[in-house]
């Protein structure tokens, strides 16, 4: 349990000092983020290594929380999204039907790379600017 709790540690840490490296590197005032939500775990550190699925994906679990957390301590609003819903949120967002032409269309205009994460991570945004709105 020590070396979990020291890896624990460790990613805060990491999500701390990646947070603000990302907010010096940035020109304009970072608002939030967006997180993938994380698929529920058994409660206790023990549960999760004797269950074979949480021990897959524990630690992706770990360092989203990190993420959150730390965002959260800079003020920062944390979206999470559902993989299986966030390209119907960003068009709900954008007012269109799809949201792939608009996506295809920014990828575009940035550049190489534009892959797949590139536009997930896009979308994740759309749809947190649209709870955004919904909710101000």
């Given at each position: 349990?020590a070396?979990?709790?020291?890896?624990?540690?460790?990613?805060?840490?990491?999500?701390?000092?990646?947070?603000?490296?990302?907010?010096?590197?940035?020109?304009?005032?970072?608002?939030?983020?967006?997180?993938?939500?994380?698929?529920?775990?058994?409660?206790?550190?023990?549960?999760?290594?004797?269950?074979?699925?949480a021990?897959?994906?524990?630690?992706?679990?770990?360092?989203?929380?990190?993420?959150?957390?730390?965002?959260?301590?800079?003020?920062?609003?944390?979206?999470?999204?559902?993989?299986?819903?966030?390209?119907?949120?960003?068009?709900?967002?954008?007012?269109?039907?799809?949201?792939?032409?608009?996506?295809?269309?920014?990828?575009?205009?940035?550049?190489?790379?534009?892959?797949?994460k590139?536009?997930?991570?896009?979308?994740?945004?759309?749809?947190?600017?649209?709870?955004?709105?919904?909710?101000?």
């Amino acid at each position: 349990m020590a070396l979990v709790e020291r890896v624990r540690a460790s990613a805060a840490r990491g999500a701390r000092e990646g947070l603000e490296a990302l907010a010096a590197a940035v020109p304009a005032p970072i608002a939030g983020i967006a997180i993938r939500v994380c698929p529920t775990l058994p409660p206790t550190t023990e549960e999760r290594i004797a269950d074979n699925r949480a021990q897959t994906v524990a630690d992706s679990v770990m360092y989203r929380e990190a993420l959150a957390a730390a965002a959260e301590a800079r003020g920062w609003s944390v979206h999470w999204y559902d993989r299986e819903r966030v390209f119907r949120e960003a068009a709900a967002t954008l007012g269109l039907e799809d949201v792939d032409a608009f996506l295809h269309a920014m990828g575009r205009s940035i550049g190489p790379p534009w892959q797949a994460k590139h536009k997930l991570a896009a979308a994740a945004a759309l749809a947190a600017m649209g709870r955004r709105a919904s909710q101000g």
